[in-house]
Nanobody
């Protein structure tokens, strides 16, 4: 079993930055893919950014140029740096890890961007 613990959400002003971190523990090694999704009230969950085992990335057009996703294989972490945040970025952000063909989800962390 794999557990995910997210941190780094909070309240930030428009134009500000936040760094989200996701730490994986349990039966997992560095051969995972991971990323972040978000869900705003009344909307479907959507991909923000994802990083694969080979470090290739997928980034949503809505945040392209404003986010950087990174991974630490030794610490089993996936980090998301978000800059120039906008009110429309407000949502619950969920960490997702894909390991041995199983998707694991974190509990979510709230990001609120004030205008």
């Amino acid at each position: 079993q794999v557990q995910l613990v997210e941190s780094g959400g909070g309240l930030v002003e428009s134009g500000g930055s936040l760094r989200l971190s996701c730490a994986a523990s349990g039966s997992i090694d560095g051969r995972f893919a991971g990323g972040w999704y978000r869900q705003a009230p009344g909307k479907e969950r959507e991909l923000v950014a994802f990083i694969n085992v080979g470090r290739s990335t997928n980034v949503a057009d809505s945040v392209k140029g404003r986010v950087a996703i990174s991974r630490d294989d030794t610490k089993k972490m996936v980090n998301l740096l978000m800059t120039n945040l906008k009110p429309e970025d407000s949502a619950v952000y969920y960490c997702n890890v894909l390991y041995e063909n199983i998707h694991y989800w974190g509990q979510g962390t709230q990001v609120t961007v004030s205008s």
